[in-house]
Each structure stands twice: as structure tokens, then as C-alpha cells.
């Protein structure tokens, strides 16, 4: 995303920001970045009706500049679409002062957002939006016999990009013709699905996951075939990475990015850090669960002993309606930063921000045991029942 304009009262943390959004991905960005009562400015088409002197009515649309008060934010993930609702606030030639208006916010469409306050996890959405340099180059295909997925895992979600689907008949005593021909249809499939969604001036690894060898009679078909659509694929050979999954389920991304023969090789890569984390949390819970705590009461109060060595919290969390809600874990990420501990912010949409979600969105790794928060947790069940 490009920042076109940046005006912040570092003492009241006030201001605005002008942004061009580039790719689908500065979309989400911005849809965490936009909460309701946000002031939005941006060019937008207005139904506009007229009346002529006969009576007759006539009815265009008007390209003007808006700016409205958000109060609802709606986000389509498939079709990369951001639609912002609000009052107008300003005077218009077109809009009455106070009348409601949709905002469609689209890629290379420059927008002014201004907040009352930029909180520091707001600051830090705008500079990882806005360095190019954080974008994870990675796709992953995982799949297994009837079932794949071909995935883009960018910096802040996995985007589902193919799902292949095709019945595969068993194995035959003494014939394994209408099996082996159903393979190839799948091969076929896959394949051209690859060519089809993966961009391979922007791509530099390719992930290539499955239960047992599907993976290599994947690549065998497609290496050994001599059909020019897959001349890409042949030609970028160099880039697959070959790994071992469970299964052709979507959630087996996540699985390969927490192997550590995988990470090793996407050190740079943020989704391979944030699974990792997670991986550590769980590995922890299990051997010494006194250092592993989730949901917002045990963290905080961990926090207050300075105690948490890493914590995860989903996105999700900062885009409440509450504000009290909000500044309750902006404050806990600026403090755990504050006396040295590490934050990672977890992708809602990313497979390693979903499983988060299901530990009530934030958990903490500590940097010794803290048994009496154990108490903590039992208390808490004991008080929802």
C-alpha cells in the first residue's frame, strides 16, 4: 500500500492519513485499520435524480468526493471488496449533510482516513502495510488422493485460491486401469490450476504437501508431460519444496509451516513465524503448563508480573466496537513490548489466527511459572457456570 500524505499530533495522537490502496491484501489491511466513528474521505459514484420542469424525472450517477462518518465496515474476503457505511459530514452539492452513504473502497483508489486517536497497533498496521518488503512470496499446494488445495500464504492470511475435487475409484484386484486414469485427470487438474492462480515473477517457493507419494507422482506428471501449459510449472521446477501432511485439507497448510525443516527455510516469512509461536504455546502447555496461558484475565495478569516472554493476539481483537474492549489489549501489547517481550499479531484469516480464535484470541508463553493463575482459570469456569 502507498502512503501518499501523514499528518499525526504525536502529543494528542490525532491526524490523518492518505493511502493508495495497490493489491488485495492492503484491503484487509485496511480493513483493520477503519473503525466505526473513523472520518473516511474518498471519490465515490452517487445516485443522483432530477426534475424537470414537466415533471419528469431523470435519474445519473455523479462521480463526487464524500466524506462520511463510518459506522459499519463490511469486508469480503473473496472478492477483495471493502465497503465502508456512514452519514455525510460535510457539505456536498450532491449529498445532504447527514445523509447516509456507502463508500466502496477499490485498489488504486486514493482515500484519506482520519482517527482521533492512532493507537501504536494502528501505527504498526500502516508500516507493515506500507513495507513492501513484508509481503511472503509462498504459495502451498497440499492435497491427496480426489482433494487439493492450491493457497496463497501471504503476510496476513491464506488465501484459498483452487479446491480440486474429483472422485478417484479404488484399487482393483488384478486392474488398476479406472484408478490410475482418475489420477491423471486429478494431476491434470491440479496442474492447470497451478498455472492458473500462481504468478511466477512474484512466487519464489511453492509448497508441495501430501499423505504418502502423491506428492511426487504430482510432480512426475507434470515434469514428464509435454503440454505447453505446463512449460511454467517445468520451467520453475527449482522452486517446489516437497513435505509431508496429514491430508489435502486447507488446515494442513498450517501443519507444514510448523515443521521445522520447513521454517528453516522461510525465516523470513511471517506466517511461518506466527505457527511457530503457536507450536511453541502448545508444546508448553502440554510439558509445563504453569508457563502457558490463554484468555484475556490470566494474560493480563501475568503481564502485570512483567512475566509474559511471548504473546499471540488475533487481529480480531482490535477491531471491537468497544473501545474499552480495544484499549484494554492495546494496552497489554505496548506494555508486554515495553519491558521486552515479543507480540505476535495473529491474521483472523490466516489457519494459525483461526485456531487462536478457539483460545479466546490471546494467549501468553511466560518466563517462569506462574501456578496461582491456574486458580485464576478455574475460577473463571467456575463463575460463567
Not at 31 to 54: F, H, M, P, W
Not at 180 to 189: E, V
Not at 193 to 209: E, G, N, Q, T, Y
Request: with cysteine.
Amino acid at each position: 500500500m502507498k502512503l501518499l500524505h501523514k499528518y499525526i499530533d504525536y502529543k494528542n495522537r490525532n491526524g490523518r492519513m492518505t493511502f493508495i490502496p495497490e493489491e488485495g491484501e492492503d484491503l484487509w489491511h485496511v480493513y483493520n485499520l477503519i473503525a466505526a466513528g473513523d472520518v473516511v474521505r474518498c471519490t465515490t459514484l452517487r445516485k443522483v435524480v432530477t426534475e424537470s420542469a414537466t415533471g419528469s424525472t431523470n435519474a445519473r450517477k455523479i462521480k463526487t468526493n464524500l466524506t462520511i462518518r463510518v459506522e459499519n465496515i463490511s469486508y469480503d474476503v473473496e472478492a477483495m471488496s471493502l465497503a465502508l457505511k456512514g452519514r455525510n459530514i460535510e457539505e456536498n452539492q450532491y449529498v445532504k449533510l447527514g445523509a447516509y452513504h456507502t463508500l466502496d473502497l477499490e485498489l488504486q483508489r486514493k482515500f484519506t482516513l482520519t482517527k482521533e486517536y492512532w493507537d501504536a497497533i494502528a501505527l504498526e498496521r500502516v508500516d507493515e502495510a506500507c513495507d513492501s518488503g513484508k509481503t511472503a512470496d509462498l504459495a502451498a499446494v497440499v492435497l491427496q488422493e480426489g482433494l487439493a488445495h492450491v493457497c496463497l500464504v501471504r503476510q496476513s492470511m491464506t488465501i484459498t485460491k483452487a479446491k480440486i475435487e474429483l472422485p478417484i475409484p479404488r484399487k482393483r484386484r488384478g486392474s488398476c486401469t479406472n484408478h490410475d486414469k482418475a489420477m491423471l485427470r486429478f494431476f491434470d487438474t491440479v496442474g492447470n490450476s497451478m498455472v492458473r492462480h500462481l504468478d511466477f515473477s512474484i512466487v519464489k517457493c511453492i509448497l508441495v504437501a501430501s499423505p504418502g507419494f502423491v506428492k511426487e507422482k504430482l510432480m512426475e506428471y507434470i515434469l514428464s508431460t509435454e503440454r505447453s501449459e505446463f512449460k511454467p510449472l517445468q520451467e520453475n521446477k527449482s522452486i517446489f519444496v516437497f513435505c509431508h501432511s496429514s491430508s489435502g485439507h486447507k488446515h494442513a497448510v498450517s501443519e507444514i509451516l510448523s515443521d521445522p525443516n520447513i521454517t528453516s527455510r522461510l525465516t523470513d516469512t511471517k506466517a511461518a513465524g506466527e505457527v511457530k509461536a503457536l507450536g511453541d504455546f502448545y508444546t508448553m502447555l502440554k510439558n509445563e503448563p504453569a508457563r502457558a496461558f490463554y484468555g484475556p484475565a490470566q494474560c493480563i495478569a501475568a503481564s502485570v508480573q512483567e512475566a509474559i516472554d511471548a504473546l499471540m493476539v488475533t487481529d480480531s481483537l482490535f477491531r471491537s466496537s468497544d473501545l474499552a474492549e480495544r484499549k484494554k489489549y492495546v494496552k497489554l501489547v505496548e506494555d508486554v513490548k515495553g519491558y521486552g517481550g515479543t507480540v505476535h499479531i495473529f491474521s483472523s484469516l490466516h489457519t494459525s489466527g483461526e485456531k487462536l480464535a478457539l483460545l479466546s484470541g490471546v494467549a501468553a508463553l511466560l518466563r517462569f511459572p506462574m501456578p496461582e493463575l491456574e486458580d485464576m482459570a478455574v475460577d473463571s469456569d467456575s463463575d460463567s457456570d
